[in-house]
């Protein structure tokens, strides 16, 4: 069963940066297309960024989020900068080998946006 644990979530003043880190368990996890996605209170959860196996990414705010992988640590991060009080959430690591898969979740860390 793959593992994935969150780190790197905390409170951050508007405008400012802050990096994700999610490990994972496993042997597969080069093959695996590795997702962030986060949940504000009273809203659906949602795709912020993802990057395949082959390195192809998908963002909701390219110009804000960087999603990068590391296959040696099994670990992907997820840079954010510009940061804005509706990015206030919970970010969950999500893991899958095809897109139509569910795949495995992490617990989620919190990131809140405040002054």
């Known amino acids: 069963q793959l593992q994935l644990v969150e780190s790197g979530g905390g409170l951050v003043q508007p405008g400012g940066s802050l990096t994700l880190s999610c490990a994972a368990s496993?042997?597969?996890?080069?093959?695996?297309?590795m997702g962030w996605y986060r949940q504000a209170p009273g809203k659906q959860r949602e795709l912020v960024a993802a990057?395949?196996?082959?390195?192809s990414t998908t963002y909701l705010d390219s110009s804000r989020f960087t999603i990068s992988r590391d296959n040696a640590k099994n670990t992907i991060y997820l840079q954010m900068n510009s940061l804005k009080p509706e990015d206030t959430a919970a970010y969950y690591c999500?893991?899958?080998?095809?897109?139509?898969?569910?795949?495995?979740w992490g617990r989620g860390t919190q990131v809140t946006v405040s002054s």
């Open positions: 999500n893991a899958r080998q095809r897109w139509v898969d569910s795949g495995n």
């Open positions: 990057i395949t196996s082959g390195g």
């Open positions: 496993g042997s597969i996890f080069g093959t695996l297309i």
